[in-house]
C-alpha cells in the first residue's frame, strides 16, 4: 500500500518545485539588487594574545620570537614603526601567520637587558585598515625589570612646532662622541604632537640625544641629519606604572588630551653646519645665469672669474647664509661658462686652505635648444624683456614700501625717473618724493619708500616708466603703475606690543596661526613699543628671537662645542601661543623680554 502511494507522489515532486518557485519569488536570490554588505567596519583589531607575557624575565637572547595575536586578520601596515629599544644594528623582522603577527630579530639580544616592543602606528585590520592604537611590550633577558620613566618633546628650533617621527636617543656614555659611533641604551620615536615617553629605564644619569634619523641606523650623521641635544645631564625620577597619564595611547586627533600631557624637557632640533667645506652642487639654469652650492654655510672666496676669450664679465651674489652663489655672464652668449674660482676648501686633513679650481658649467640640451628658436614667432614677450615683480600691500606698505625684484641683475638703471604721486578724497593729484634702497642680501631687489607720511583716504600711485632699466641680458623693461591706499575697513584691529628689559638685539615676528608666514617683522635692541596695525580678526602668534650676535638670522647650534641654537621664544597668554585678537580692538600686550628668556 506505501509503495503504491509513493509511486504516485514521485512524479508530482518536480511540478511542485516549479509552482513553489512560482508562488514564493520572494524566497529567491535578487539578480538586480546587490547584496549591501552591512555596515562598514569601524572597529580597529583587538590584542587578544602576547608570547611572551608582558614582564617576562629571562627572555632568551637566541632566535627570539615575539608573537601578538589579534580577534581578526590583520596587515602590517608600516614595518618601520616596529621600534625595538634598545635598538640592534638591524630592524626587527615582522609576518603574518594567521591572525598573528610575529616578530624575530636577525641577531642575539644583549643579555640582562630590559626591551621594549612598540607597535604604535604599525598594525591595521585586514579588511577596512583600521588603525590598531598601539602597544608595547615589555620584556627582559635578565631577571629584571627596569622600572624608570621619562617624557619629553622635540620641536623645530625656529617655529618651536612639533617634530613627528624624531629619534630620542639616551646614552650611559657621557663622552661627546658616543652618539656618532655606537646605538644608544634606550630609544623612542616621536608622534604627531612631537611627543615622546621612554618606559621602563635604568635609574642612571644619561645623555639625551635627538636626531631627524634619515638613514634609520640610530646614530647621528652630522652631513645629512639634524639633532637636538639636553644641556646637561638627566636622572629619571618617575617610577613606571600602568597608570601613568604621559604613557598612556591616545588618539592624535584627540588634542586635548594628547596636550595634557606632562613633559621631562624640550628639546630643540637644529642642522648643524658641515663640518667640512666643497663646492657639492653646480648648475647653468639661463644662458648667462648659473650657480654653485658650497657644502657649508660661510663659504670664503678669495677670487673668481669666468675664463674664455673674450672672458664675459661676471656679476655674483652670496644667499645669506653664504652657502649658495648666483652668477651672472655679461657679454658673448657661450656654450660652456668656465668658472675660475679660489676659495677656502677643507683639505684631507680637515683643515681649511685656499684653492683654485675650474668649474664647468654647460648649457643643457633643454636650454640650448630654446636659444636656436628660429623664429620671432616662438618667442614669448617674457623672452624679450627685463622681467620683474612689484608687491604694494596696503596692510603693510608704510613699513615696507613698495617692493620690486628683478629676474636678473640691471646693467642700466634710472630709479630718479619713477613717477610717484597721491589723490585725496577730493580727487585732487599731488606730486610726492620718495627714496630707493637696494636689498643688502639680494642685488636684483629694490624698495622705494614713500617720503611722506602717508594717510587714510588717500590713493597712492608709483609708476615704473618703460624702457629705463636694462638687465645683464640686454632687455628694457614695460612699464608698470602700483596704487594703494591704506585700509579704512573699521572691523580691523592692532596689537602694540610694549618691551621693556631689552638688553640685547632680538627681532619680533608677528606670525599666522599656523606659524607658517610672517606678516611683519620688527627688530629691537632698546625699550619700545611696536605696533601690528590692520589685522583682521583672528589668532595670531608673537615670535621673539635672541640674536646675539646681531646678523637677523637664527644661528645654528653646535654639539661638540654644547652651542644651542640662538634661542627662539614664543609670547604666551595663559600659557597658550596664540593670540585671539577679536573686530575692531586696540590691543596692548606688555612684555619684559629679560623675565621672558631668563
Not at 514521485?10 to 535578487?30: T, W
Not at 590584542?47 to 617576562?56: I, N, Q, Y
Request: charged residues 25%; contains cysteine; aromatic residues 10%.
Amino acid at each position: 500500500m506505501i509503495k503504491r502511494i509513493l509511486r504516485l507522489l514521485i512524479p508530482l515532486v518536480p511540478v511542485a518545485l516549479v509552482l513553489g518557485a512560482m508562488m514564493f519569488p520572494s524566497g529567491c536570490a535578487n539578480t538586480t539588487t546587490p547584496p549591501t554588505g552591512g555596515p562598514k567596519d569601524t572597529i580597529p583589531p583587538v590584542l587578544t594574545k602576547v608570547s611572551p607575557l608582558p614582564g617576562s624575565v629571562n627572555v632568551p637572547v637566541h632566535k627570539t620570537k615575539l608573537v601578538f595575536t589579534f580577534n581578526e586578520y590583520v596587515k602590517i601596515k608600516d614595518p618601520q614603526a616596529v621600534f625595538l629599544s634598545p635598538p640592534l644594528e638591524k630592524k626587527p623582522k615582522t609576518k603574518i601567520q594567521g591572525k598573528s603577527v610575529v616578530v624575530t630579530f636577525e641577531s642575539d639580544l644583549e643579555p640582562n637587558t630590559t626591551y621594549t616592543l612598540d607597535l604604535t602606528g604599525a598594525i591595521a585590520d585586514n579588511n577596512e585598515g583600521n588603525m590598531h592604537p598601539g602597544y608595547t611590550l615589555v620584556f627582559s633577558t635578565g631577571p629584571q625589570i627596569d622600572s624608570m620613566c621619562m617624557s619629553g618633546i622635540v620641536q623645530d628650533c625656529n617655529t618651536l612646532m612639533p617634530i613627528k617621527g624624531a629619534t630620542v636617543l639616551l646614552y650611559k656614555d657621557h663622552a661627546d662622541s658616543a652618539v656618532f659611533l655606537h646605538r644608544p641604551v634606550a630609544a623612542a620615536r616621536t608622534d604627531d604632537w612631537g611627543y615622546f615617553s621612554l618606559r621602563n629605564i635604568q635609574d642612571t644619569l644619561y645623555r639625551v640625544y635627538a636626531i631627524r634619523d634619515a638613514n634609520n641606523n640610530n646614530m647621528y650623521d652630522p652631513d645629512q641629519e639634524s639633532i637636538a641635544f639636553l644641556d646637561t645631564l638627566f636622572r629619571p625620577s618617575v617610577v613606571y606604572n600602568d597608570t601613568l597619564y604621559e604613557l598612556l595611547k591616545f588618539d592624535m586627533k584627540d588634542t586635548l588630551h594628547c596636550l595634557a600631557r606632562k613633559t621631562d624637557m624640550e628639546l630643540s632640533i637644529f642642522r648643524e653646519k658641515p663640518s667640512k667645506q666643497y663646492i657639492v652642487k653646480k648648475e647653468r639654469v639661463g644662458a648667462r645665469t648659473a650657480y654653485i652650492t658650497f657644502m657649508a654655510p660661510s663659504a670664503n672666496v678669495h677670487s673668481m672669474r669666468f675664463l674664455g676669450k673674450p672672458a664675459p664679465r661676471l656679476i655674483s651674489q652670496f644667499n645669506p647664509q653664504r652657502d649658495s652663489l648666483e652668477l651672472w655672464a655679461l657679454g658673448p652668449i657661450q656654450d660652456t661658462l668656465i668658472l675660475r674660482i679660489n676659495y677656502d676648501k677643507t683639505d684631507s686633513l680637515g683643515k681649511l686652505v685656499p684653492t683654485e679650481e675650474d668649474v664647468r658649467l654647460p648649457m643643457s640640451k633643454q636650454l640650448r635648444a630654446e636659444l636656436s628658436k628660429s623664429s620671432q614667432r616662438d618667442r614669448k614677450h617674457e623672452d624679450t624683456i627685463a622681467v620683474y615683480t612689484s608687491v604694494a600691500e596696503a596692510t603693510t606698505i608704510e613699513q615696507y614700501g613698495f617692493s620690486f625684484e628683478f629676474k636678473y641683475p640691471l646693467i642700466e638703471s634710472a630709479w630718479d625717473s619713477l613717477e610717484f604721486w597721491s589723490v585725496n578724497p577730493r580727487q585732487q593729484k599731488k606730486a610726492g618724493t620718495y627714496t630707493v634702497t637696494q636689498d643688502s642680501t639680494n642685488l636684483r631687489r629694490f624698495t622705494v619708500m614713500p617720503g611722506e607720511t602717508l594717510l587714510e583716504g588717500y590713493e597712492y600711485y608709483l609708476k615704473l616708466p618703460y624702457r629705463k632699466f636694462r638687465d645683464v641680458n640686454g632687455h628694457y623693461n614695460d612699464s608698470t603703475e602700483l596704487k594703494v591706499s591704506l585700509p579704512k575697513d573699521d572691523k580691523l584691529s592692532s596689537l602694540t606690543l610694549e618691551l621693556s628689559g631689552v638688553g640685547a638685539k632680538y627681532i619680533i615676528d608677528l606670525l599666522t596661526e599656523r606659524r607658517d608666514k610672517v606678516i611683519r617683522s620688527f627688530i629691537v635692541s632698546s625699550d619700545q613699543s611696536v605696533l601690528f596695525p590692520y589685522l583682521k580678526a583672528g589668532k595670531y602668534c608673537v615670535r621673539v628671537i635672541e640674536d646675539m650676535n646681531g646678523n637677523s638670522l637664527v644661528d645654528t647650534g653646535n654639539l661638540l662645542e654644547h652651542r644651542q641654537p640662538e634661542k627662539v621664544l614664543f609670547y604666551k597668554i595663559d600659557d597658550q601661543f596664540l593670540i585671539d585678537i577679536p573686530e575692531r580692538t586696540e590691543l596692548v600686550q606688555k612684555i619684559n623680554l629679560e623675565e621672558m628668556f631668563r
